[in-house]
């Protein structure tokens, strides 16, 4: 069993700064010296984005829709091992999940992991009721071990008086926090505005005011004392990682501007099942390098529409490697660059045109949320019957849906290409819109790779690549 320092931050509701506190708290403690794991609950890529960049390491997401216990707690143990505390950014409010008992909440991780959790609360237009709402979120499972409170939106002087000794009065919880409402100039997410950091034009400067925040307002005293209360975490014993082959195929991984929603557990797990991995420019890179495989991740392609659509000898290479029967997985924006053209506005622009399919970007969210997939049709990486766990988020839709075949998966929940079936499929390739966490579908990096060496050993036959 390990002893590792952990706090998880959550708040009573959505949009109460639970990534900004969370950066804040991140990177106040670095300033200090101490080394810093970063995990996000649920599939986000964009909060993990700024929390690994606040953390100066890859943050890892931690999902129970997506991921066992088993496999939660494994991840957890294996990232934070070494480090001098770890902080886990929650989503929603504690209790909210997936229906009304809350399933998949962070309520429910924080048990999984033996983690206190601090919990922030609006104080907005309110006094002792925050001390009601408090007293409420302890009560609603006495098995969620809430530590520390931290008020957002709460006048200093009397209002922040009154509210801190309800608190303590009420349910013995002690304040480690009280953030004023914050003027426009000041407020962090100002600076990071909604994008994805790799996309940020000053990432350290939100960062910093993002510090500065947690050390002007915030007892970080008290919270790595709670941090550091949190118990001895529960010992999951792994699987066996595989033997690495000597002959090691390379899988190319498609990461820029345009694509940059990759989980870090991903890519270790191609690793981990004997892959190379080389990094691509799609924006840059004038063809594809050698490889065996290609990994094409989500992202923002529209963003860089105008950049792909220039690229046009990367997008021929690609092409004719596909055509020559390279394997290739692309997920959400990965899918779209592989489709003919991409329409933003009024503007329409050529993609790689691997995929006859034509995509246009709506003002409102296309799909959202989990996923359920039954493999039912022939593709390159999954057997026949297979059950996959994913999440898609995405504003495109297809606009030529009745000119394609070959799909692989009926939907058993989500939207997937059309509302009933998911994963287009064009020679060895694999594109969907649901991305996939390698830590709940194993079977994910074992197709790749596997697929990857028997195009390595067929391609070229008798020559190493």
């Not at 480690?176 to 962090?188: K, W, Y």
């Not at 919270?223 to 195929?249: F, H, N």
């Not at 190379?276 to 290609?294: K, T």
């Not at 899918?335 to 709506?362: K, P």
Request: glycine content about 10%; hydrophobic content about 40%; aromatic content about 8%.
């Amino acid at each position: 069993m390990q002893n590792i320092p952990r706090l998880v931050i959550s708040a009573v509701r959505g949009g109460l700064g639970k990534t900004t506190l969370s950066l804040g708290i991140i990177a106040a403690w670095r300033n200090q010296g101490k080394r810093i794991a970063s995990f996000k609950k649920g599939p986000d890529f964009i909060d993990a984005g700024w929390l690994g960049a606040a953390a100066g390491r890859p943050c890892y997401n931690l999902d129970l829709f997506l991921m066992e216990e088993e496999s939660i707690l494994r991840s957890f143990a294996r990232h934070a091992n070494g480090m001098d505390a770890a902080v886990i950014e929650g989503n929603r409010g504690l209790y909210d999940g997936v229906d009304e008992s809350g399933t998949y909440s962070t309520a429910r991780l924080a048990k999984v992991i033996g983690s206190p959790v601090v919990l922030i609360v609006d104080c907005t237009k309110s006094s002792a009721t925050v001390a009601a709402v408090v007293l409420g979120s302890k009560l609603y499972d006495p098995s969620v071990a809430v530590r520390g409170i931290i008020l957002n939106n709460v006048s200093p002087g009397r209002h922040e008086s009154v509210i801190r000794k309800a608190i303590e009065q009420s349910s013995g919880i002690p304040v480690v926090g009280a953030v004023p409402r914050l003027r426009h100039d000041e407020f962090p997410e100002r600076h990071m505005g909604l994008m994805p950091f790799h996309e940020h034009p000053d990432v350290d400067k939100a960062i910093t005011a993002s510090a500065s925040v947690a050390e002007k307002y915030l007892d970080l005293v008290a919270l790595w004392r709670i941090a550091g209360d949190a118990g001895l975490l529960k010992s999951v014993q792994g699987p066996a990682v595989p033997a690495v082959e000597a002959d090691r195929p390379t899988v190319g991984v498609i990461r820029d501007k345009a694509f940059q929603f990759y989980y870090p557990d991903n890519i270790e797990a191609l690793e981990q099942q004997g892959a190379v991995i080389r990094e691509i420019n799609a924006l840059q890179d004038l063809e594809l390098p050698p490889i065996d495989a290609l990994y094409i991740g989500g992202g923002f392609p529209e963003t860089q529409a105008a950049e792909l659509a220039g690229n046009v000898s990367f997008a021929d290479s690609l092409r004719a490697a596909v055509e020559k029967g390279l394997p290739v997985y692309a997920e959400c924006g990965g899918l779209i660059y592989l489709g003919r053209s991409l329409r933003v506005g009024d503007t329409t622009y050529s993609m790689a045109s691997v995929l006859q399919a034509d995509f246009i970007l709506e003002k409102k969210p296309q799909a959202h949320g989990y996923t359920q997939l039954v493999v039912t049709g022939p593709n390159p990486f999954f057997e026949m019957s297979c059950r996959l766990r994913g999440h898609e988020f995405h504003y495109s839709r297809i606009v030529n849906i009745k000119d394609l075949d070959g799909l692989a998966f009926s939907m058993e929940r989500g939207h997937g290409i059309d509302g009933f079936h998911e994963g287009i499929v064009y020679k060895n390739v694999l594109a969907t819109y649901t991305h996939l966490h390698a830590q709940g579908s194993p079977l994910w990096a074992q197709g790749i790779v596997k697929k990857a060496r028997e195009y390595r050993m067929t391609s070229k036959p008798g020559v190493r690549r």
